[in-house]
């Protein structure tokens, strides 16, 4: 694997998306100053970047050519999947087989290809840097500070959705109504999806971006996960910003969708991670640490004793 300049699009229009895009320029303003130097998609849940974790969550999925929208600063996302010959040379004559074995995955994950958004404006801004390298494809989009477990994946169903509509495949969570504000949601139709449609799909009849509270139409969130139809493209082009002065993704979709484009989400009911505010980001930490083979017995137990204590 090598980390390489965007490339020209070639995939063909139709089929199941081989493509996957992961903005990640933003300033992670939450997590400062801690991300003033380090890009928050490479803050570590246990010892893997979340990063990582949503690059494994792609190949996972049978896609494994992944762009990545950076910014200035960010290229230590790039640098984390290249392969690093003095270090694997340092942990093989340790006889580190086990860490030698992590380090090489890193790049040997998926094909990563790189673009630097050069002004941070809103997702859509944000997708838009990616047509010369997909085209006219299909193509997935996952945002980089939340994933589900590996153990209930959703960007599987929502490809194979997304081949069968050629239409917008789009990631759902429930969220408690006082969340709302905080995320784009989605106002369901009646019309049923496709037949061939996993369960939890839904019609998506339209999309809010961050309504206030007390009008937002449900409390159906989007999850960061998208398929999108190549043609998102020019819809992005005739966006004009919208909220907060950015170009949203929502409203490209909504065009799209009042010119006739289906429009179906999945809602998630496994475990997701959003480790795009600290509290969550911790919670992720704590959660998948207390799964782990290796450490999780110790850390549950340890983490037991210490609530214990702190509730005296």
Known sequence: ????????????????????????????TRFLPATKAVPKPMLPVVDRPVLQYIVEEATSAGVTDV??????????????FDRQPELEERLAAKGDAARLEAVRRTAELAQIYT???TEVLGLGHAIAYAE??????????????????????????????QAATGGIVIGLVEVPDEQTSRYGIASLSPDEPPPEAPEGAVTISGLVEKPPPGEAPSNLAIFGRYVLPGGIFEAIGRTKPGSGG???????????????????????????????????????????????????????RWLTEFVRTWQE
């Open 1 to 28: 694997m090598s980390s390489r300049t965007a490339a020209s699009g070639s995939a063909t229009a139709t089929g199941r998306a081989t493509r996957a895009v992961i903005p990640a320029a933003g300033l992670s």
């Open 115 to 117: 673009c630097r958004q």
């Open 67 to 80: 762009l990545l929208i950076t910014g200035r600063g960010k290229t230590s996302m790039v640098d984390h």
């Open 246 to 300: 950015e170009i949203q993704i929502t409203d490209a979709i909504a065009l799209m969708m009042a010119e006739g484009t289906p429009v179906h989400g999945i809602v998630y009911r496994g475990v997701r991670y959003d480790t795009g505010v600290p509290l969550g980001y911790l919670q992720a930490v704590v959660q998948l640490a207390s799964k782990r083979d290796d450490i999780g017995a110790d850390f549950r």
């Open 132 to 161: 010369s390298h997909i085209g006219d494809a299909p193509f997935a989009v996952l945002l980089a500070d939340e994933f589900p477990d590996e153990s209930a994946p959703l960007l599987p169903q929502m490809l194979d959705l």
